[in-house]
């Protein structure tokens, strides 16, 4: 008897594990979010499997060009499920439009942190941060003091100095018949541009210091992709208990910590010895430090923020150039063409500088034609409040997800969208009024919209356009094999599948 009540008992508790383990896992994948209210539809939705939903749609190709394919099967607002995560996708210029128009402060906000404490990611990261107090007063303050027209002339001299330190390590490579590897090369001189205009000094090559930074650039760059896609899990394992890529996110974390608490207080020192604030970091403390300050910010604030600007603008910039580059060299009329600019307007006797930008409308074009075919990365944000978007209902927490690379290769929009074609921008600029409307004007988002868009992009024209005046005004590139293999690589980011590298001839050693 005794032992019938034992087995009554185990056959229960048994019973009760597996209606638990049924509830949590009716919660974690099938449970829908309320999809509907009255009159109003959740935008369309492709067939979707049981529990995993839009996934496999996903799992083969670099996100944007799955998505890209699905939107052209199924429209250009759709809404996905991976798992019972929600996402809506937007592939349209004019769907764009609506939800900056009408939805801007809605969405004015990123995925919310995985990890609090992290200075990746984490809640201090202005990038993570929710649209309000904080990111209105860094914003403010990213574009007066390092982004804005005005900064990004005090910081012209840097810039040079860093140009002409590439063309230096480019004709050296040249002398000895080295092959580049211009992604690698084109980060240096991004990594070394934003240090030194955040810190007034790069980071030493010599003591290893440069090396720490781009490696632990690179690893947070690889952790912010790996945790967008893990993010779909993110939820239902977080139920568990578990946090995906916590540790190794709090690793990179704490090793930038550890750099960045020296910089810190180096400037500390610096400021209180000479009481004379020479760079954005000297600001930052000076804000950190004043009662009365605008917005009171921590030190981790000011952490984060550096690791965001090294990582917003460095690879993207890296990559923009090197994708550029690799059009140019595929096309030898354009590179032609962008030489007899170039020569007509600087010489050839001096390097290309930022000033002669303006005058070089061609090669202004290039790079704006690099951005439309390869544009570095997506807009993700999530829909804080339940809204109406084209008659449909999306709830709110939804995350967003407009497609920028499907958007600017629109047929709709763009003539022959597969083909770089720069002439398309200096027609477009003739256009006048027609390109003016702001609808139109969203066909073209590499640096996304709203709010939340980039406020790096004069800086990147900039890096971006005097880099490859320069590479193109004094070499010529030799590449290994018969042409450039421009498969496209990369998860979240838009990278090449096998990386740029060619042999730099010069084209005037008088130079
Ligand atoms: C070719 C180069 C670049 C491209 C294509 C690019 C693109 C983007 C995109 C698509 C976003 C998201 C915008 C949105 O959500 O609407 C973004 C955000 C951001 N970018 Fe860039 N970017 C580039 C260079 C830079 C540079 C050089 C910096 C600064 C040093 C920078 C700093 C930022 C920051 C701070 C944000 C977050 C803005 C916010 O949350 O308000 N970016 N960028």
Redesign the pocket.
Known sequence: MASMITVDFENCFIFLLLCLFSRLSYDLFFRKTKDSRAGCALPPSPPSLPIIGHLHLILFVPIHQSFKNISSKYGPLLHLRFFNFPIVLVSSASTAYEIFKAQDVNVSS?PPPPIEESLILGSSS??NTPYGDY?KFM?KF?VQK??GPQALQRSRNIRADELERFYKTLLDKAMKKQTVEIRNEAMKL?NNT?CKMIMGRSCSEENGEAETVRGLVTESIFLTKKHFLGAMFHKPLKKLGISLFAKELMNVSNRFDKLLEKILVEHEEKLQEHHQTSDMLDMLLEAYGDENAEYKITRDQIKSLFV??FS???E??A??IQWTMAEIIKNPKICERLREEIDSVVGKTRLVQETDLPNLPYLQAIVKEG?RLH???????TFKETCEIKGFYIPEKTRLF?N?YAIMRDPDFWEDPEEFKPERFLASSRLGEEDEKREDMLKY?????????????H??YT??GSVIGMMVQHFDWIIKGEKINMKEGGTMTLTMAHPLKCTPVPRNLNT
Do not use: W
């Not at 544009?375 to 944000?381: A, E, F, L, S």
């Not at 988002?445 to 992009?457: E, K, L, M, T, Y």
């Open positions: 990123r202005f990038i990111s914003k990213m390092l982004l991004t934003i965001d600007l917003a603008g460095t993207a910039s990559n923009t951005l544009p570095p990365g997506p807009v993700v944000r407009v920028v988002i590499p640096f996304g919209s709203g709010r939340r868009a980039c406020p790096g992009s800086l990147a890096v971006v």
